[in-house]
């Protein structure tokens, strides 16, 4: 199982998923939060809305269009980023 | 900055689903070189997602051949950003950018095949931005890629034969589906039920879908009204006439019917229909010279459609002509599937008045129902109050606003999403097969 360094708390994902399946198995159903302060989780699965972006090695990306991959670090969007 | 090397192949086909791969393949047996680009780290579009060469079924049989093809290259995590017009050897050619997870890629070509499939519609209902309501495709993709819903309560609501697809797959995976709640009434979905039983290996696909869901209770004339939850969803309430019901879940899986994804070909500059897709003659081209359309984009269909006129537009394109003699009939066919289900599925008018005065209609810049109603157009609105300047351009609710407005949701411009600067000022590298680690997930 890769290990990913969430919030610089390493955690075991399972292989072989989007990074949004990696972290709504990790625990975590919402992935940012809005300008106005609501909590947000995927909407599109596809690669659309935006919900889902989250840090990854310091850039931007859609965590539903990313494989998860070993030692990556992902943090939340500061928000409204 | 951007410079050579150039990738020029004789066909750019974009999307790489049931179209796309039909297309790409079509060339490539009339001898043309392609270059095959999809946004997904791997091929299948979204009806096909996850799509592997091992697997059976007409969509293995394609991918293994588009794989047997020497003269089919592809270019997969790649984004369309940037389009420019340049003059070829003989006629003018484009210059497609697109952003990769390896950087900025560059191809110039003198014919475009357009297959960029269509995407969920949907509406703004109080609650719909909590975690948890997701889009009915949308969660069918997420499980996909790896979300476990096993056990996991799911209503899945909205509108089209999707719904029931996407409901037997999560059965598939384990999740307890709830309901299936359609918004169409029975009339309609009867008439549609006929209209698919006549058209040819349809009705052995609803055969498999009904024995798939049995026990899962299908509500027609039924729609979400409102979802709620405390910090994610808890419990949604559907309405049935005037009657309302609440059910306790942890998925919501709406989408309200498909709508074409014509932004690439906007960026493109071919023009659009009046029901907002991409108008093409019946060989898929274009009002743009060299630049084809097949799919979704030019209606929603489903997939028949599309790997026809694939298989069309890649004959016209690239001058197989004496492979269409059988293309009429068959889209005759499509075209009737495509009419009913249009007629069967349209929105109900209540859908568009489910919103509440505080309910976040742009998602991404927070713009709620009540500071759009004032405003009487798709511009005016983004003036005004920023909906559709966020992060994904209006591809959410600019088709909401369609259906809550009537407004035309217009003004697509380049980048087509967001560009990095390091993509910007980078040197295009040159393209390489991927390597096999980087099997699709």
């Known amino acids: 199982m890769p290990e990913i360094l969430l919030n610089g708390r390493p955690v075991r994902v399972p292989a072989e998923v989007t990074l949004l399946a990696a972290l709504h198995a990790a625990g975590y159903g919402s992935t940012r939060v809005s300008l106005s302060g609501e909590r947000r989780g995927a909407l599109c699965g596809m690669g659309i809305c935006y919900e889902c972006r989250v840090r990854v090695n310091g850039t931007t990306q859609r965590s539903c269009l990313t494989p998860v991959q070993d030692g990556m670090r992902v943090e939340e969007v500061p928000n409204g980023l | ?441």
């Open chain 2, 1 to 441: 900055m951007a410079s050579e090397p150039l990738l020029t192949p004789d066909v750019l086909v974009i999307g790489a689903g049931p179209a796309g791969l039909t297309a790409a393949l079509t060339a490539a047996q009339g001898g043309a070189s392609v270059l095959l680009a999809d946004l997904n780290p791997g091929p299948g579009g979204q009806i096909w997602r996850g799509l592997k060469a091992g697997q059976g079924g007409e969509a293995g049989d394609l991918l293994r051949q588009v794989q047997a093809q020497p003269k089919v290259q592809t270019l997969y995590g790649a984004e369309l950003k940037l389009v420019e017009t340049v003059q070829g050897r003989n006629r003018p050619e484009r210059v497609a950018q697109f952003g990769t997870p390896g950087g900025a890629r560059r191809v110039q070509a003198g014919t475009v095949i357009l297959a960029t499939g269509s995407s969920e519609r949907f509406l703004p209902f109080p609650g719909w931005t909590l975690p948890g309501v997701v889009g009915a495709g949308g969660l069918q993709a997420m499980v996909k890629g790896g979300l476990d819903v096993k056990g996991a309560r799911v209503v899945v609501a909205g509108s089209g034969p999707l719904l029931l697809a996407v409901a037997a797959g999560l059965r598939a995976k384990g999740a307890k589906v709830v309901a299936v709640a359609e918004q169409a009434g029975v009339g309609s979905l009867a008439a549609f039920g006929l209209a698919a039983a006549r058209s040819g290996g349809k009705a052995g696909e609803a055969a498999e879908l009904a024995w798939a869901l049995r026990g899962v209770p299908y509500l027609p004339a039924t729609f979400p009204v409102r979802a709620e939850g405390e910090k994610q969803l808890e419990r949604v309430t559907l309405r049935t006439g005037r009657a309302e019901f609440g059910l306790r879940c942890d998925w919501l899986a709406a989408g309200f019917g498909l709508v074409p994804d014509t932004r690439a070909a906007a960026l493109f500059g071919c023009a659009l229909g009046s029901g907002g897709e991409v108008q093409v003659s019946v060989w898929g081209a274009t009002s743009v010279p060299g630049v084809y359309a097949a799919g979704e984009l030019t209606g929603v269909g489903g997939a028949d459609k599309a790997r026809l006129e694939g298989f069309v537009a890649a004959c016209a394109a690239t001058g197989q002509v004496e492979r269409l003699h059988d293309a009429p009939r068959q889209a005759e066919s499509v075209r009737s599937f495509q009419a009913a289900l249009g007629r069967s599925f349209a929105l109900r008018p209540q859908l568009a008045r489910l919103a509440a005065p505080a309910t976040i209609v742009c998602r991404c810049e927070d713009v709620p129902h009540a500071a759009l109603q004032g405003c009487h157009s798709w511009t005016e609105a983004k003036l005004h109050t920023r909906c559709g300047m966020g992060p994904c351009q209006g591809r959410i609710c600019g088709p909401a606003t369609e259906t809550l407005y009537g407004w035309r949701f217009s003004g697509v411009r380049p980048p087509l999403s967001p560009l990095s600067i390091a993509d910007l000022l980078s040197e295009p590298a040159p393209i390489s097969p991927l390597p096999a680690s980087q099997e699709p997930i």
